[in-house]
């Protein structure tokens, strides 16, 4: 249940951030997007009521653990821990923006959207703070996770909402030339900013295989793959498509965009609760290791052990056919294929590239 209350955040906060940036794109430069007023206020509503479940996650372990009272211990972590700080703030922040959000209705003062954003970026700066890497690495942690938060939710907020809220795909040619380099940016940015957390969060990328935040960590980065190849399409095959076939519809291809993300995001959503690989010795030792890892893995597992990976043969034929999934997911675009047997193919993707590696390690 924590898992899909972590998911559904980053989904609050995506639709949040993409209407509120989308403000203030001009109407030619976008199609039309009507997002309901009900809907984003929901979305800040669930942003002060989800992020309450780590809180909630940590108080009973920590009432568990030492055995005193819920209320004592939350009181606690709510006075004295960075999650339990973060999330007062979000919660005031979050009833800021809802009154802004109502003012905007009865005023219609174009400040009150420059005050909203402000108050979106605050709301994304509580989430960094409230962070595993924050409290373990104050600024060291908190820069990085928050800028990679940011980006992500920059990009596939945008996308999120272009995606699914546009009523037709008028100007989509001039909202891809502002919104192409806006992506590529994010992009970028996450991947230094994940860059700096890997350094921070695994110090042996192989070795965190063994347990369950390596395992998510390896299927997220392979998600990424598919999810920037539906990039490519969108950004550069799309822009050629539309200039020869001005009748042509990309709103299914940037869904399935969306799509991918989600699942890059149900990643992210299993990672944020499960233990950091700094000390795999300790998590294999009071956790266990991953059921993933032991599925594949045919040696003892040890508290000092230290795992590598080996090419083979079927490793690599396994590579070959992932590459194929993906060419195909390609070609499908090119020869106006079905949308839904893109992201299958992207999946296969993922499924192919996971067990070559898996069966490589050794």
């Not at 989904?11 to 309901?36: A, E, H």
């Amino acid at each position: 249940m924590i898992y899909l209350s972590e998911l559904l955040l980053y989904i609050c906060f995506c639709i949040v951030v993409g209407s509120q940036l989308l403000t203030f794109i001009p109407n030619d430069k976008r199609p039309t997007i009507t997002v309901p007023a009900w809907l984003i206020n929901l979305c800040i509503i669930g942003i002060a009521l989800l992020s309450f479940s780590p809180l909630l996650k940590v108080t009973l372990i920590f009432s568990k653990d030492y055995n005193v009272g819920f209320w004592t211990i939350f009181k606690g972590i709510l006075m004295d821990f960075n999650i339990g700080h973060a999330w007062l703030i979000t919660v005031l922040l979050c009833l800021i923006l809802l009154l802004v959000h109502v003012l905007k209705k009865i005023t219609n003062d174009p400040i009150l959207e420059y005050i909203g954003t402000v108050l979106i970026f605050a709301l994304i700066l509580a989430f960094g703070w409230a962070s595993h890497c924050t409290s373990s690495y104050e600024l060291k942690g908190f820069i990085p996770h928050a800028t990679h938060f940011l980006s992500v939710t920059v990009w596939i907020g945008i996308l999120l909402v272009v995606g699914w809220f546009s009523k037709n795909s008028d100007n989509w040619l001039k909202f891809l030339k502002w919104f192409s380099p806006v992506a590529l940016i994010c992009v970028i940015t996450s991947i230094i900013a994940g860059y700096f957390l890997m350094n921070l969060l695994v110090p042996s990328y192989v070795n965190s295989w063994i347990v369950s935040y390596g395992q998510t960590l390896l299927i997220k980065h392979l998600l990424i793959i598919p999810l920037l190849t539906f990039a490519l399409i969108n950004g550069v095959f799309v822009k050629r498509r539309l200039k020869t076939t001005p009748s042509f519809n990309p709103i299914p291809w940037i869904r399935a965009e969306s799509v991918m993300a989600l699942f890059v995001f149900t990643s992210m959503a299993v990672m944020g609760q499960q233990s950091t690989p700094e000390n795999i010795a300790a998590i294999i030792k009071f956790e266990k290791p991953s059921w993933l890892f032991e599925a594949f893995y045919d040696g003892q597992i040890k508290q000092n052990i230290s795992i590598h990976f080996e090419i083979s043969a079927v490793s690599i034929a396994l590579a070959i056919i992932s590459i194929l999934f993906l060419i195909g997911l390609i070609v499908l675009f090119r020869k106006k294929g079905n949308v839904v047997l893109s992201v299958v193919c992207g999946a296969l993707f993922v499924i192919c590239a996971y067990i070559s590696l898996m069966i490589g390690v050794v």
